[in-house]
């Protein structure tokens, strides 16, 4: 089945210690999205892929950097973290424009300690 | 800007009951309009879509009515079961752009 893959489920990290956590898709969609989400809210939109073309989200810290070395491959980078960047990391996938929905993977829940 | 406002959770019902989640939202032109469900520690997965206004999305016994003159989405099943028990997510993708808007999500939990 054509789907969206997070690696690793679960990741605990140590404060500033960085982390990657990875996103693949075969949906071979061309945007790709990287959200986080904490407890009891609804997810917060980082950046975005279109192509090899990067779109920031003004209020992302620059904490969190992305790359994305091919349509099928997307990772978050994280270099520093701290306590208040635990949460769930949602990548998504979609084809460009209109009305197509965004597919989501099953999420990292990243632990900071 | 954008926005999606849902009715407030958590939402208690009994198995078998009548659901409906309230979504209204704000935008300019002609928006894409969504129900997302996540179950507890999962991703989001779509559960119904409508694209112009009086389509009507439906899946898994969900429905919702895709309503212009009173900008709403709400979302409906005449009846829920234990296992429908999750956060649900109405959501809007803009004309201009594929980001997505979500509301702040309702809690849903169905006793037996």
């Known amino acids: 089945d054509a789907m969206v893959i997070q690696n690793p489920r679960y990741q605990v990290t140590q404060f500033g210690k960085p982390v990657t956590l990875s996103c693949s898709q075969t949906?071979?969609?061309?945007?790709m999205y990287w959200y986080q989400q904490k407890s009891s809210q609804a997810p917060k939109l980082l950046f975005h892929y279109y192509d090899k073309d990067f779109n920031n989200e003004a209020d992302t810290p620059d904490n969190f950097q992305s790359r994305r070395p091919n349509t099928s491959f997307c990772f978050l980078d994280i270099r520093s973290p701290g306590l208040g960047d635990a949460a769930m990391y949602l990548c998504a996938t979609s084809r460009d424009g209109g009305s197509y929905e965004q597919y989501f993977g099953p999420g990292t829940r990243l632990t900071v300690t | 800007g954008d926005s999606v406002t849902q009715m407030e959770g958590p939402v208690t019902l009994s198995e078998e009951a009548f659901l409906t989640i309230n979504c209204t939202y704000t935008a300019t032109g002609y928006p894409s309009l969504f129900w997302y469900v996540q179950y507890p520690g999962e991703g989001l997965q779509l559960l119904l879509k409508?694209?112009?206004?009086?389509d009507k999305g439906s899946n898994k016994g969900f429905e919702a009515t895709y309503r212009k003159e009173t900008t709403s989405f709400h979302l409906e099943k005449g009846s829920v079961q234990v296992s429908d028990s999750a956060v649900y997510f109405c959501?809007?993708?803009?004309?201009?752009?594929?980001?997505?808007?979500f509301g702040q999500g309702t809690e849903l939990s169905v006793k037996p």
């Open positions: 409508a694209t112009k206004a009086d």
């Open positions: 959501a809007l993708k803009g004309n201009q752009g594929g980001k997505l808007i």
């Open positions: 949906l071979n969609h061309n945007v």
